[in-house]
């Protein structure tokens, strides 16, 4: 294999006080392909890597989803590590990443951070936030992924040009996750260090912000693989709320009280909330039948090749 087949991918804003030293310890460990693409740093980022011997791409939007979907357009080495800038990353770890690629058990593998985390690498908040977006992904897919926020990864380019990509900001890395179940592409995961950033370089995170983004992308991304669960989680909060309004009205009506707008609502909340499981239930049809003609093409193209 030739070092120069693995593009080594950094997205960067402002991490001029890690960037150097990760192109550094990248080398060392023979890697000599990297790409730099970074968001217009105004601390001299794109010039350090750049006196490191990177390629640097100034990207030409913004966010970091952004950055990573052009980036995936420039790449031409058959696989691809994608690291954060930030020197949470360690290097030496890279050919573990690798190994499920190059022995060709896996399109895409993911870096988990969660079991072998230094002390401060997550805070408080972090650490919990990631724990339920995890499971939230887990639920609402079906497949139980670890650590599908992880910034440190590796996949073939092929795979990751199949994947469709439109989120610009910190929720590309859900979208690259749920992309690639939607693709039944091969994914492992791997457990990794995660180290805490350094504290010269400021986080571009917000963690309620962010956190709430990628909550609601995994819900809205799950309307076209998991119907009944996108319609079922609407369903239910009407369904309960006619229940609420309605035990409210019954027990009115025994003290002889008749409540007959709140009863029209009731109605109203119960009958749209079934509505939605019905929904659910036609779009979940509509899924499985899609995917049983996406099956048949899929194999048809694979006896034909
Ligand atoms: N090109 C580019 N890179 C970005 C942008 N926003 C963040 N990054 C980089 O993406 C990587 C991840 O960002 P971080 O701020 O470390 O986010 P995080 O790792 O989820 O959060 P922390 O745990 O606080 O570090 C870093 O290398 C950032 O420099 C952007 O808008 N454009
Ligand atoms: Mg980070």
Redesign the pocket.
Known sequence: MNSKDICIL??????AATVGQLIKDFKKEGFSNILV???NSKDGTGRIAEAEGAKVVM?TG???G??MIQAFGLIESPYVIMV???G?YLAREAPSLLEPILEGRADHVIGNRLEKYSPG??TKL?LVGNRLINIFFDVAYGVHLKDI?S?YRAFTIESVRELELNKT??EIETEISVECILKKQRVEEVSITYLP?SEKGA???NPVKDGFRIGSTIYRLAKVHNPMFYFGIIGSFFVLAGLITGAFVIAQWFQGITRVPLSVLTALFIIFGLQMFIFGMLSDLIVTLHRQTINLIQERNRREK
Not at 10 to 15: G, K
């Open positions: 950094i997205p960067t804003l402002n991490e693409i970074d968001g990207q913004r966010g970091k952004q950055a954060d800038g930030d949470t690498a997550f972090n926020l910034g900001g910190f950033r986080t571009k995170l």
